[in-house]
């Protein structure tokens, strides 16, 4: 019978650790703070915010809330990014992505200060985890890690497959597994034959964005799957990429949705925050 890896209860702790460690910093009259940015109002992106706006709260950190409306010009945004990364007072800068169509994801990312890029999106940070450097880590592949550690998981050595690589959680979940000495294969919808590659997994991270798409048959008797996947099914359930029911008794250790990897991302962010201080 699988263990169930609980997310919710592991990002729990994390947030605790880091309130501690903000108390502690507060106590030598050092604080930190995020600023939080949000073009228009896609309701998805409300609910992101206000959980980090929440986690902030818990833990001690101020957060700066920008609203912009939907109509911003990127030049607007742009200013605003210039502005924050001026202010000493501003530890970690989020911009909240999807962006409006007039506005240049890409552009948005680069201007940000790499020293306040806590999501870790920046060409930077992604450049440093890849040639193994200090730098920020994207948070859900970041939360995997330490989904897989604080549950006792052994990575090196093992044989690691992402499904997915996407440039926020497939290719720098490949780098981490691979800088936690696992053995990483990266998959994708080009794949061949997918399951022979999926079956070699003893730890499968799927992050495909197809409902219930791994089955059974994908997966290694003993397995560990982790499931990045988030959506709602036909009858209004949250559900993974993963098909819990058929997989959960072929393997060692599993991770539910909702509960699972979700929580782990704000945590991290969260930690990302408190980094960019020390
Ligand atoms: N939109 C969906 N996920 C994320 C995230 O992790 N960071 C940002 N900035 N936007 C997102």
Same mark, same amino acid.
């Given at each position: 019978?699988?263990?169930?890896?609980?997310?919710?209860?592991?990002?729990?702790?994390?947030?605790?650790?880091?309130?501690?460690?903000? $108390?502690?910093?507060? $106590?030598?009259?050092?604080?930190?703070?995020?600023?939080?940015?949000?073009?228009?109002?896609?309701?998805?992106?409300?609910?992101?915010?206000?959980?980090?706006?929440?986690?902030?709260?818990?833990?001690?950190?101020?957060?700066?809330?920008?609203?912009?409306?939907?109509?911003?010009?990127?030049?607007?945004?742009?200013?605003?990014?210039?502005?924050?990364?001026?202010?000493?007072?501003?530890?970690?800068?989020?911009?909240?992505?999807?962006?409006?169509?007039?506005?240049?994801?890409?552009?948005?990312?680069?201007?940000?200060?790499?020293?306040?890029?806590?999501?870790?999106?920046?060409?930077?940070?992604?450049?440093?985890?890849?040639?193994?450097?200090?730098?920020?880590?994207?948070?859900?592949?970041?939360?995997?890690?330490?989904?897989?550690?604080?549950?006792?998981?052994?990575?090196?050595?093992?044989?690691?497959?992402?499904?997915?690589?996407?440039?926020?959680?497939?290719?720098?979940?490949?780098?981490?597994?691979?800088?936690?000495?696992?053995?990483?294969?990266?998959?994708?919808?080009?794949?061949?034959?997918?399951?022979?590659?999926?079956?070699?997994?003893?730890?499968?991270?799927?992050?495909?964005?197809?409902?219930?798409?791994?089955?059974?048959?994908?997966?290694?008797?003993?397995?560990?799957?982790?499931?990045?996947?988030?959506?709602?099914?036909?009858?209004?359930?949250?559900?993974?990429?993963?098909?819990?029911?058929?997989?959960?008794?072929?393997?060692?250790?599993?991770?539910?949705?909702?509960?699972?990897?979700?929580?782990?991302?704000?945590?991290?962010?969260?930690?990302?925050?408190?980094?960019?201080?020390?």
């Amino acid at each position: 019978m699988a263990v169930l890896i609980d997310g919710k209860a592991i990002s729990k702790q994390i947030k605790d650790e880091l309130r501690d460690k903000v $108390a502690e910093l507060k $106590a030598q009259g050092r604080e930190v703070t995020l600023a939080v940015i949000q073009v228009g109002n896609d309701p998805a992106s409300s609910v992101y915010v206000g959980n980090k706006k929440k986690a902030c709260e818990y833990i001690g950190i101020r957060s700066l809330a920008y609203e912009m409306p939907e109509e911003t010009s990127e030049e607007e945004l742009l200013q605003l990014i210039d502005e924050l990364n001026g202010r000493a007072d501003v530890n970690g800068i989020l911009v909240q992505l999807p962006l409006p169509g007039q506005i240049d994801e890409d552009k948005v990312i680069r201007r940000i200060d790499p020293a306040k890029d806590v999501d870790g999106f920046h060409p930077q940070s992604v450049g440093a985890l890849c040639i193994g450097q200090p730098g920020f880590v994207s948070c859900t592949p970041a939360g995997v890690i330490q989904l897989l550690k604080r549950s006792g998981i052994e990575i090196a050595g093992k044989e690691c497959v992402v499904i997915g690589r996407s440039n926020i959680v497939g290719k720098p979940m490949a780098l981490l597994l691979l800088r936690e000495n696992g053995t990483v294969t990266v998959a994708h919808s080009r794949t061949k034959d997918l399951k022979e590659v999926t079956k070699r997994a003893d730890i499968l991270i799927v992050a495909v964005g197809k409902p219930r798409m791994i089955t059974a048959e994908y997966i290694k008797e003993g397995a560990v799957v982790i499931d990045v996947g988030i959506h709602r099914d036909e009858n209004n359930k949250l559900c993974g990429d993963v098909d819990f029911e058929t997989v959960m008794p072929r393997c060692s250790a599993i991770t539910p949705v909702p509960g699972g990897v979700g929580p782990m991302t704000i945590a991290m962010l969260m930690n990302n925050c408190v980094e960019s201080v020390l």
